[in-house]
């Protein structure tokens, strides 16, 4: 349901928030298949990376393909007139790119995750957003808003004639704009509550209460905050150091600040991931010594009724 250029990175930014938010249950389900055959350890059977190839291809590209033909000029961010000007390999890659995105997303959070990397799985999020907004904000020749404020291709044409207030009532008064409301409330609000729910069953898991600090309506404000605030903040600047400096300028200083605030590590961003309560340890972490050279390994399962339960079994081989 967002314009092709745009599109890709928001797949790829879904999947990886996917399986961040789904980073307890993604390393549970490795300790339960953990020495299992390769049929139980298939990607095709974990019901997370599942969900998300359906919720690309049931959600994002029927919808998306749906703004496509209503409103090509939009669609392709006025790169086409009219439907004579959509290439079909338009409609290919938007509809093969869109799923096989948010599976490459999912795949390379949950490998950071399990490795314990959880912070850098968080970045891939973080990372695929900033492009999405960075896309509908400045775009590749600094008209990226002008290009999605304009349902159609005389308006975008005519940008520079009226003032943007107008423009964004045109906009809001456009077909386009009610179809994005109509599927917004679809598939944004199903990425939510998947996201959301995903995190509360995470923290009902054992273990989670010493790694959330603070309460669960706060943690959500602040995953929300961090995975979709900090990355339109950030395509903001962007876009304005670009615009005050030029790109040569721009975007390696824009660059730097980023890496100040995201990768030091007395960084404001990664004390407040710490708060949140999302897996930071490798999936291996329920493996400790105790003082007699034991080897425990605490492993989680469900029973029938859905309890979650905790058992722990000694192994006199470590």
């Known amino acids: 349901m967002i314009q092709i250029q745009a599109a890709l990175f928001w797949a790829y930014a879904i999947g990886a928030t996917f399986a961040l938010s789904a980073g307890r249950q993604l390393q549970v389900w490795e ?3 953990a020495g299992e055959g390769p049929r139980t350890r298939s990607r095709a059977a974990n019901p997370y990376l599942a969900l998300t190839a359906l919720f690309a291809a049931v ?3 029927p919808t998306g393909l749906f703004l496509l033909w209503q409103n090509p000029a939009w669609a392709t961010m006025h790169v086409a007139d009219g439907h004579e000007g959509v290439w079909a390999g338009f409609v290919l890659f938007y509809a093969g790119g869109i799923p096989v995105a948010a599976i490459l997303g999912f795949l390379v959070a949950q490998g950071l995750v399990l490795v314990g990397a959880g912070y850098w799985a968080y970045l891939q999020c973080v990372g695929g957003y900033f492009l999405l907004f960075g896309t509908l904000i400045h775009g590749w020749d600094g008209r990226g808003y002008e290009r999605f404020l304009s349902p159609g291709a005389r308006d975008f044409a005519h940008w520079r004639r009226d003032s943007v207030v107008n423009h964004v009532l045109d906009f809001c008064t456009s077909g386009t704009f009610l179809a994005l409301l109509v599927f917004g409330a679809a598939v944004i609000g199903t990425m939510l509550l998947t996201e959301i729910g995903w995190l509360m069953e995470g923290w009902s ?3 989670a209460d010493e790694d959330r600090k603070v309460h669960r309506l706060l943690a959500i404000a602040i ?13 903001l600047a962007a876009s304005g150091l670009v615009r005050l400096l030029g790109g040569w300028i721009g975007l390696p200083l824009f660059a730097v600040l980023a890496g100040l605030t995201l990768l030091s590590r007395r960084s404001p961003v990664r004390w407040l991931y710490g708060l949140v309560g999302v897996p930071d340890r490798h999936w291996r972490a ?10 425990y390994e605490t ?3 469900a029973d029938v009724t859905g309890e979650v339960t905790e058992d722990v ?6």
């Open 205 to 207: 898991l054992p273990g």
């Open 223 to 235: 995953a929300a905050a961090g995975v979709y605030g900090l990355p339109f903040v950030g395509a």
């Open 286 to 295: 329920g493996l400790d010594q105790d003082g007699d050279g034991y080897a």
């Open 299 to 301: 492993e989680v399962t």
């Open 31 to 33: 300790r339960i298949n």
């Open 313 to 318: 079994t000694a192994d006199r081989s470590a």
């Open 59 to 61: 959600l994002m590209v």
